[in-house]
Nanobody, 124 residues
């Protein structure tokens, strides 16, 4: 059974940091890219960052470049999203997803498997 389990969300003040984790199981981790998406109330789900498990290449949405860092521990089948300098507009449910290639612009259809999400709330 394919599973993606996110953790690490919470409430933080603006300027603070959080580290999200995405633990994957049930598929060959090295064959997939892992992406992070977020969805704020009333808005579409948007790509935030992704990492290719095979070569470690990464991509970021312009809105998070320089503040968020994605990394992968292939031995643990886990991807992390370090989020620094958080802003109220980063408030959303954050999802991780697995797909055949790393993209943050191709949309949710590019990913095959999804986690249940973790809430991130940034207070001003």
């Amino acid at each position: 059974e394919v599973q993606l389990v996110e953790s690490g969300g919470g409430l933080v003040q603006a300027g603070g940091s959080l580290r999200l984790s995405c633990a994957a199981s049930g598929f060959t981790f090295d064959d997939y890219a892992i992406g992070w998406f977020r969805q704020a109330p009333g808005k579409e789900r948007e790509g935030v960052s992704c990492i290719s498990s095979s070569d470690g290449s990464t991509y970021y949405a312009d809105s998070v470049k320089g503040r968020f860092t994605i990394s992968s521990d292939n031995a643990k089948n886990t991807v992390y999203l370090q989020m620094n300098s958080l802003k109220p507009e980063d408030t959303a449910v954050y999802y991780c997803a697995a797909g055949p290639f790393c993209t943050v612009v191709a949309g949710t259809g590019a990913y095959d498997y999804w986690g249940q999400g973790t809430q991130v709330t940034v207070s001003s």
